[in-house]
């Protein structure tokens, strides 16, 4: 499959309104992706006492999660780039008593406020569908950064197949006249953009979320 991903023209103040304004049924639109998500989290294979990170954690339902994974000894730090998802997520972190083991802040992942090689684990899902194809490597250098050596990769997002029900070519036709229409996000490939950045045992399951959705799961891990 050649690696053909359309632009995304969408902005990032824009981006951060849609999902400002998505927030409340936000939950409801996604609950086809939650199975995704759930495999991703799956290959990221978190450990009790690893320190791991989500870029675009939206609601929060993943950082719970890892949060449970990590364990009293581990942490888990999250950014996203909607002040409304993360007043939500804070808000369900506060409920499930895991305060102490999450530490969520705004920001833009082409950016990271993190040090070099602290997280044993970048987790994103449902992100790099949104951010135009010559920041996709900019954003991958920023987790490859922030990753310690050995460190795991998994990137969940819409992406498409090969068949005529699964190539997304009207969807790509739709999305070019309306790309705020799906979320702003539109389908990548993304197994080449970790090679070329000499992850290593890099590998795409790719499957139907809700037997509709074409999605891959990426994965990757970081040099020694």
Known sequence: MTNVVV????????????????????DYLTRNENFSKKKGLEVADIKSGFVALEVAF???QIIIESALKVGKDGKVYGIDISPKMLDRSRKKVKKHALTTRVDLQLGDARKLPYTDEV???VFSSYMLDLIDTPDISKVLVEFKRVLKRKGRLVLVSLSKGESWYSNMKVYEWIYSKSPSLFGGCRPVLLRSFLEELGFQNVKRKFLMAGRIIPVEI?????PK
């Open 58 to 60: 939206g609601t929060g």
């Open 7 to 26: 632009s995304a023209p969408i902005t990032t103040k824009k981006v951060q309104r849609l999902y400002n304004f998505l927030s409340p049924i936000y």
């Open 119 to 121: 997280f044993d684990v």
């Open 218 to 222: 990426v994965w990757g891990d970081k």
